[in-house]
């Protein structure tokens, strides 16, 4: 069973809006530290925004703050990102990353499992 399932990902216009989910199978991992990542071709994958188990702390990249809203639902086991104002530069595989521990939000170094990626392209 994979552990991570992304969703949501799509093809919309410049300012228009997506909300991507993260689907986390396993209790283990199900109140995990979460994050979004993403990769645009051939550049380095880049964080985008994490939350903590309780939803008590988020942490956003620059280019995002403001436009983007990552929230969590234990209950369902599943992590979303609200993507508002889309920009073409947002065009990217979107990744969701979890892990047990702690540790920086952005350092992609210590997340343990990975999702396939979903893709967010946006047009000008």
């Known amino acids: 069973q994979v552990p991570l399932v992304e969703s949501g990902g799509g093809l919309v216009q410049a300012g228009n809006s997506l909300r991507l989910s993260c689907a986390i199978n396993?209790?283990?991992?199900?109140?995990?530290?979460t994050a979004w990542f993403r990769q645009a071709g051939e550049k380095e994958r880049e964080f985008v925004a994490g939350?903590?188990?309780?939803?008590?702390?988020?942490y956003y990249a620059d280019p995002v703050k403001g436009r983007f809203t990552i929230s969590r639902d234990n209950a369902k086991g599943t992590v979303y990102l609200q993507m508002n104002m889309l920009k073409p530069e947002d065009t990217a595989v979107y990744y969701c990353?979890?892990?047990?521990?702690?540790?920086?939000?952005?350092?992609?170094?210590?997340?343990?499992?990975w999702g396939q990626g979903t893709q967010v392209t946006v047009s000008s």
């Open positions: 990353a979890v892990r047990r521990f702690g540790g920086p939000y952005d350092d992609r170094g210590t997340y343990e499992y």
């Open positions: 396993g209790a283990p991992l199900s109140g995990s530290i």
């Open positions: 939350i903590s188990r309780s939803s008590s702390h988020t």
